[in-house]
């Protein structure tokens, strides 16, 4: 299990998620913010500070946005960051 961020942050990537995470495992991919699902720790403590409601648990991420969820795993497996 991990925090999935959505397309939902794109156009507004404020990075407050970066902020409260206690992992720093929130990244700069680009049009949006991801999450490093191995080092995300699923606190949670990112979901509620979000003013787009972008963030989810990887089970209860929207079916017309569960493309985030391989998209984390490639970008971080990609860059070799994780
Ligand atoms: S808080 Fe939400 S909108 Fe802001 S960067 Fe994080 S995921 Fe994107
Ligand atoms: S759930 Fe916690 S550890 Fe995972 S990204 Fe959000 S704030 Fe960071």
Redesign the pocket.
Known sequence: MT?TITSRCVGTKDES?VT????D??HDAGEQMM?DPVE???????VPICPVDAIFTEDEVPAEEVDAIGAARSFFRSDGSS
Do not use: F, N
């Open positions: 925090y998620c409260v995470c206690p992992v495992c929130i999450i995300c720790i699923d606190c949670g403590a990112c």
